[in-house]
């Protein structure tokens, strides 16, 4: 089993190691479904107003379920 899980949480949430950061979520091939998005996130996104090296921000993410896909492995 490869307990992604923990490893996106990052210690500070009950995971392990520094957490998974939006930047590097979508460096990865992650994709992020912005209708489902809350329309107050969004407009902090379009401002600049999210910190997007917060492993927070990604879990929010998949709490809203807006990640959807993987656009590439490697």
């Known amino acids: 089993m490869l307990n992604s899980h923990l490893a996106a949480e990052g ?4 995971g392990e190691g520094p957490g ?3 930047k ?3 460096a990865a091939g992650l ?16 401002k600049g ?3 997007l090296n917060d492993p927070a921000v990604t879990l929010e993410l998949l709490k809203l379920n807006a990640v959807i896909a993987v656009n590439r492995l490697f």
């Open 31 to 46: 994709k992020i479904d912005a209708d489902a998005l809350p329309r107050d996130l969004l407009e902090q996104l379009s």
């Open 20 to 22: 998974l950061r939006p």
């Open 49 to 51: 107003k999210v910190n």
């Open 24 to 26: 590097g979520a979508l």
């Open 11 to 14: 210690a500070a949430f009950g």
